[in-house]
């Protein structure tokens, strides 16, 4: 794993030019605070595809033509393709995990300081922490998280993050890609102007892909007045049924 | 991962009958080492004196807990659920002090006014609240089961008595990271939602005066529970909180407004302190873990993913797929 994250390092040079005309923090890092979304068919699926009942068409968001699965896993994926509407985390409001949140359709929040990014997705809710205060992955009884463990630095206006310790129950995207607990994600997030950035993200996980393969969407920050995240802890709607509020009669959501 | 890891120890296969579930959010409880205070510390509200942040609020940023108890008993915090069958259970660690000590050696009443210390329910909804207490331990309905048994958020202001929390702060933005649940309250004026939305933790909007915090709160979808003495508020609640900062410890004064259920407004009290990294980890006030730091560099704490297992996991055990079932089997709330 080391030496793939040197040679991935060395394959995606650091962008080194110092953009003008975006925020910046105190010490001139570019301010990622904001909130942003994709607009991009990447969560329908990340491999090009034609018009479907339940997606519409998109060109793809991967280097190269397709995901280069291992056989096995080739097979896991077409089965799972074909139990989507059934299968998919999303459909229970699991959280998606890294870098499917990241292109899911619905807003997230960047909040940051010095030492680290908050990130808070709409869907679910979910609270994601990029460490950038040199700490490294917790060390030990490999632990597993459901948005894995990130620790970041900055490359010139990039920020570079490495993710590890994941679980084995998120998807990449609705059409069933997906991966193992082995998934190591390389994060390279670079302004392209105060409200745009470029996400890419480089996936290996050698129980489940022949070779490295990235990705990449572009965000966009979200600028209608006021915007805000509107709490959506919808794991929630399976039992919120249960909870009406107890008193007949009285005026529900009275202003 | 808090709550993910821990599934190791006590996940279960199956959804287990309601009573079951009760009796292992009673049993979760003793495995925490508590420390709990009688006595309720107010801070003055007044200038703040120490660090300020580049936008000039006071700097508050860290993990902090509530001092007195935690979430079984909103009245008499270190009282208990009343007709709890484990009688003495919580005893050995410190969460409460029944049945050792009487009620006037037990901290007061979360609610400070009226001075009785009762929430001043119309008695329809005193009703409403007896009728979940007296079905706690043995709920023969889903609406007796504690929302937080199923992962839902604690609201307001349950939880700020639920676990250690973070507060991080941002430009016109402060940040709540709760064991389950998150507040983003911004203090740049703008309006609150429209009163259609309502929301587990409600919609928040703050500002600073001097050492305090105050949130307006609204938009609440009134499913939570104060506590598991079943004590609640309408949609149509309007929570005032004043959080007065000093620096290692702030009190929460909150009035809550709601002359649907209550008849008249009243305020709850709710000291806290912060958790520096010399206090221990001890799995409520402190769930944080050590960061991995390079050599020579000072211990320091982080807050790994919070995400409790069903709130990766529908009502009804429906699983995503073969693997996922096992590992996914539903947990209580610890």
Not at chain 2, 45 to 72: F, M
């Amino acid at each position: 794993m080391a030496l793939f994250a040197a040679g991935v390092a060395a394959a995606e040079a650091p962008h080194t030019n110092r953009l003008t005309g975006i925020g910046r923090t105190a010490d001139g890092r570019p301010d990622l605070t904001g909130i942003w979304q994709a607009i991009s068919t990447a969560d329908f699926d990340l491999e090009a595809h034609s018009t479907r009942k339940d997606a519409p068409p998109g060109a793809g968001v991967i280097d190269g033509d397709s995901i280069p699965y291992l056989p096995g896993a080739l097979k896991q994926r077409q089965a799972n393709f074909a139990a989507r509407d059934k299968l998919d985390p999303r459909l229970q409001c699991f959280t998606l995990g890294v870098p499917r949140d990241n292109y899911y359709p619905e807003p997230f929040q960047i909040l940051q300081r010095p030492r680290d990014l908050t990130l808070i997705y709409e869907f679910g809710n979910s609270v994601r922490t990029i460490h950038t205060n040199g700490t490294l992955h917790p060390a030990g009884d490999n632990p597993e998280f459901w948005l894995g463990d990130s620790r970041g630095h900055w490359e010139g206006d990039a920020l570079v993050v490495d993710v590890t310790d994941f679980t084995d129950k998120t998807w990449l995207d609705r059409a069933g890609n997906f991966h193992s607990d082995a998934l190591h994600v390389i994060e390279r997030w670079t302004p392209l102007d105060q409200d745009h950035l470029e996400y890419r993200a480089t996936l290996e996980d050698p129980k489940v892909f022949a070779r490295p393969w990235t990705l990449s969407v572009i965000l966009y920050r979200l600028k209608d007045k006021n915007i805000q995240l509107i709490e959506n802890y919808c794991y929630t709607l399976d039992y919120d049924k249960y909870y009406p509020f107890p008193g007949e009669g009285v005026p529900r959501g009275a202003p | 991962m808090t709550n993910f890891d821990r599934r190791r120890i006590i996940a279960r296969r199956a959804w287990p009958t309601l009573s079951v579930v009760a009796a292992l959010l009673a049993v979760s409880q003793a495995g925490a080492q508590m420390r709990w205070s009688p006595t309720v510390v107010v801070d003055p509200e007044g200038p703040w004196t120490a660090r300020r942040l580049a936008d000039h609020q006071p700097d508050v940023q860290g993990v902090w807990s509530n001092d007195i108890a935690n979430h079984d008993n909103f009245t008499d915090p270190q009282g208990g659920i009343p007709g709890d069958p484990s009688k003495g259970l919580h005893v050995a660690n410190g969460a409460v002090d029944r049945p050792v000590k009487p009620r006037s050696e037990r901290a007061p009443s979360r609610v400070s006014d009226p001075a009785d210390g009762e929430v001043p329910f119309q008695p329809w909804a005193r009703a409403q609240q007896q009728e979940f207490l007296a079905n706690f331990f043995n709920p023969t309905k889903q609406e007796y089961i504690e929302p937080g048994a199923h992962c839902a958020p604690a609201g307001v202001p349950k939880s700020l008595y639920w676990h250690g929390y973070e507060i991080r702060q941002f430009r016109g933005v402060v940040l709540f990271l709760f064991n389950g649940g998150t507040r983003i309250i911004y203090l740049d004026g703008r309006p609150h939602l429209p009163s259609t939305i309502k929301l587990w933790n409600a919609d928040s909007r703050g500002h600073w005066e001097g050492n305090t915090l105050v949130v307006d709160v609204s938009n609440n979808n009134a499913k939570a529970r104060f506590g598991r003495t079943g004590e609640f508020a309408s949609e149509n609640v309007h929570i005032v909180e004043r959080y007065a900062f000093a620096a290692g410890h702030y009190t929460y004064k909150a009035v809550f407004t709601d002359p649907f259920v209550y008849t008249r407004p009243f305020t709850v009290t709710i000291p806290a302190h912060r958790i520096t990294e010399s206090a221990p980890q001890d799995g409520w006030h402190n769930e944080q873990e050590w960061a991995n730091r390079l050599p020579g560099q000072p211990p320091l704490y982080e807050n790994y993913e919070r995400v409790c297992v069903e709130n990766n996991h529908g009502h009804g055990a429906i699983v995503a797929s073969p693997k996922a079932a096992a590992n996914a089997a539903p947990a209580p709330a610890p």
